[in-house]
């Protein structure tokens, strides 16, 4: 089993992660911003080590990666990806300045595998599913703060002789997701019979499963072979419009009535297409989304009705 460090290990993909590092027997450090113990890692005091790293600290972010010496680092730590994060400053520190502390203290502990999370935004719009090949354009400061992460990575991974690959995440969604965002605020109303506000209806998303996520994470840093600067797409391959996505989640949780088009405002990067082309993460990782859609609204709907307490939060969206 290897000795594995998540960045980022309070937000929604990386809790993910590393419960599922967890079941599968792997020793855990789970990196957090200081202050108290995330919401989404209280249950797992007991199971991992969880470190509060000052991740704008650039040196104090090395020197904490190097004490540790993780075979495996996965890079989730990220600023911006969610509308009401829109810090410019706070971006270029977190997504670009701490990739190089991580990579650096990565480096020098000799691990044998780095795996950043970078973002479908950095393609920027497009009218197909681009191709990991394909010149960026992103057309957001998220984005190209994203896109340079990546490129940084690549470039380590040239000239260091390490292993720094990344892959470009699509929409993940599941449990633990914020509950702020689109399917959580979903799947919660149609629990209760309702909807919650809703933006143009053809609106496309590639939506991809938590769990098939980390399982496309745990390839990139375990399966041999993996180009050592690759750059990998992570989605279904398949997109899903906003009326789609709603039209699954009526059935699913058999809510009654018409949507409220129009009632939440739409977005500058929002778009009709939006979709992966994941031909790649199958030849390099043997990796496809196994979870349908309506499998994974259902279960991420058992999931918050199962939560007691916590299902408030999801209620409150907040």
């Known amino acids: 089993m290897a000795t594995t460090l998540v960045t980022g290990a309070g937000g929604f ?80 520190r977190v997504n670009l300045a701490a990739t190089s502390a991580v990579l650096d203290g990565f480096a ?72 702020r965002r689109l399917i959580p605020a979903l799947v919660s109303s149609g629990l209760n019979g309702a909807y919650p506000p809703l933006a143009d209806p053809t609106i496309a998303r590639d939506f991809v499963y938590v769990d098939d996520v980390c399982e496309a994470l745990v390839q990139a840093a375990s399966r041999p072979g993996v180009a050592s600067d690759a750059v990998i797409n992570i989605g279904r391959g398949t997109q899903t419009t906003l009326a789609e996505l709603v039209g699954v989640a009526r059935r699913v949780f058999a809510v009654s009535g018409e949507p409220p088009w129009g009632t939440m405002v739409d977005r500058s ?23 349908a859609l309506e499998d994974g609204l259902r279960q991420t709907g058992e999931w918050i009705a199962g939560q007691g307490e916590l299902r408030r939060r999801y209620n409150e969206r907040g």
């Open 13 to 92: 993909v990386g809790a993910a992660l590393v419960r599922r590092l967890l079941r599968d027997g792997h020793d855990v450090t789970a990196i957090v911003r200081p202050g108290p113990t995330p919401w989404r890692l209280e249950e797992l005091r007991d199971d991992v080590e969880v470190a509060a790293v000052e991740l704008r600290d650039g040196e104090a972010t090395a020197a904490a990666v190097e004490r540790r010496r993780p075979d495996w680092i996965f890079h989730l730590a990220a600023h911006g990806a969610y509308s009401w994060q829109t810090d410019l400053e706070q971006m270029i």
């Open 108 to 179: 020098r502990s000799e691990g044998q595998a780095f795996v950043h999370s970078g973002s479908s935004s950095e393609y920027g719009r497009k009218n197909h599913a681009p191709a990991e090949t394909e010149a960026l354009d992103p057309n957001s400061h998220y984005a190209i703060t994203k896109a340079a992460a990546t490129h940084l990575c690549r470039y380590f991974a040239r000239t260091n002789g390490v292993r720094a690959v990344t892959l470009r995440l699509y929409s993940a969604y599941g449990p633990w997701e914020d509950p």
């Open 269 to 291: 990067w929002d778009t009709d297409i939006w979709v992966a082309d994941p031909r790649l993460a199958a030849s390099a990782l043997g990796w496809r989304a196994t979870t």
